[in-house]
Nanobody, 123 residues
Framework: QVQLVESGGGLVQAGGSLRLSCAAS????????MGWFRQAPGKGRDFVAA????????TYADSVKGRFTISRDSAKNTIYLLMNSLKPEDTAVYYC????????????????WGQGTQVTVSS
């Protein structure tokens, strides 16, 4: 079992930045591919970014490429999402997820999910 807890959300003006964190429990953190996802009001959950077990490989949704950066700190069992140049359309609840397969994370089929953290970008 893996428990995930997100933090770092909040209200920010367009053009601003936020850094989200996702802390994972357990000693098997390095066994999991990790990802960030988001769900805007009235919409389905979307993939945002994924990072491999080693942190060497990453991938991003086109809508955030060049603005968001995913990273992981194995010593702290934590992944991060640095969000720059935020836009009102980035407003959503952001979730982290974990799975043992890359395709599962990218395909929104994570085995474990956090409870989410709200990000609101004002214009």
């Amino acid at each position: 079992q893996v428990q995930l807890v997100e933090s770092g959300g909040g209200l920010v003006q367009a053009g601003g930045s936020l850094r989200l964190s996702c802390a994972a429990s357990g000693r098997t953190f390095s066994s999991y591919v990790m990802g960030w996802f988001r769900q805007a009001p009235g919409k389905g959950r979307d993939f945002v970014a994924a990072i491999s077990r080693t942190g060497i490989s990453t991938t991003y949704a086109d809508s955030v490429k060049g603005r968001f950066t995913i990273s992981r700190d194995s010593a702290k069992n934590t992944i991060y999402l640095l969000m720059n140049s935020l836009k009102p359309e980035d407003t959503a609840v952001y979730y982290c997820g974990a799975a043992q397969a890359w395709a599962a994370v990218v395909g929104l089929r994570a085995d474990y999910w956090g409870q989410g953290t709200q990000v609101t970008v004002s214009s």
